[in-house]
């Protein structure tokens, strides 16, 4: 039933990425500012540091699959890029589960590369020009705000969550 719940926020998270990616466009002059959440991929590395690396996994194929059938831009690009950027999380940085200041650091970072690893896809394919710069000031900027303002909202909330439905069976050993 616990595993329910997880699934359950991470659907929860999903559409609520969408839905702040939709209502937070701007634009100054003939430039578009592009904000990206990503509640989800952030739910993912807490899931992977809090909790057992094998439940972020399934959550990560899962969500990765949803939210490349609802994009459908490229099939496997966020599938693949969530099951990387998990085991990267669980290989490099478990071992600062209890430090807040790294964690948080540790998840924006990435977040940052998640999205340099999807611009360099679409680049690769040809899907879209790539200007590094405008990239960095355009896009890269305003997502690493946004989602370091998202993370201070969703840390508490999900390490609250977290310590309720403590079980001894996913809880990462010591």
């Known amino acids: 039933m616990r595993a329910l719940y997880y699934f359950l926020i991470g659907i929860v998270l999903f559409?609520?990425?969408?839905?702040?990616?939709?209502?937070?466009?701007?634009?100054?002059?003939?430039?578009?500012?592009?904000?990206?959440p990503h509640l989800t991929l952030m739910y993912l590395m807490l899931i992977c540091v809090y909790r057992s690396f094998g439940v972020a996994m399934v959550l990560a194929t899962v969500l990765g699959l949803a939210t490349d059938l609802y994009y459908g831009s490229f099939y496997g690009l966020y599938l693949f890029g969530y099951i990387l950027f998990v085991v990267?999380?669980?290989?490099?940085?478990?071992?600062?589960?209890?430090?807040?200041?790294?964690?948080?650091?540790?998840?924006?970072?990435?977040?940052?590369?998640?999205?340099?690893?999807i611009a360099v896809i679409y680049s690769i394919l040809g899907l879209i020009s790539f200007d590094f710069l405008d990239f960095i000031i355009f896009r890269l900027l305003p997502t690493f705000i946004l989602n370091f303002i998202l993370l201070?909202?969703?840390?508490?909330?999900?390490?609250k969550f977290f310590r309720k439905v403590q079980m001894k069976i996913d809880s990462k050993k010591s």
């Not at 939709?22 to 634009?27: H, K, S």
């Not at 071992?95 to 690893?117: G, N, Q």
């Open 152 to 159: 201070i909202l969703l840390y508490p909330i999900i390490t």
């Open 15 to 36: 559409y609520i990425d969408t839905a702040i990616g939709l209502v937070i466009p701007m634009q100054i002059g003939d430039k578009s500012i592009i904000f990206v």
């Open 88 to 117: 990267i999380m669980d290989f490099f940085f478990k071992v600062f589960y209890r430090d807040s200041a790294m964690l948080f650091l540790a998840v924006l970072l990435i977040t940052l590369l998640l999205e340099i690893y």
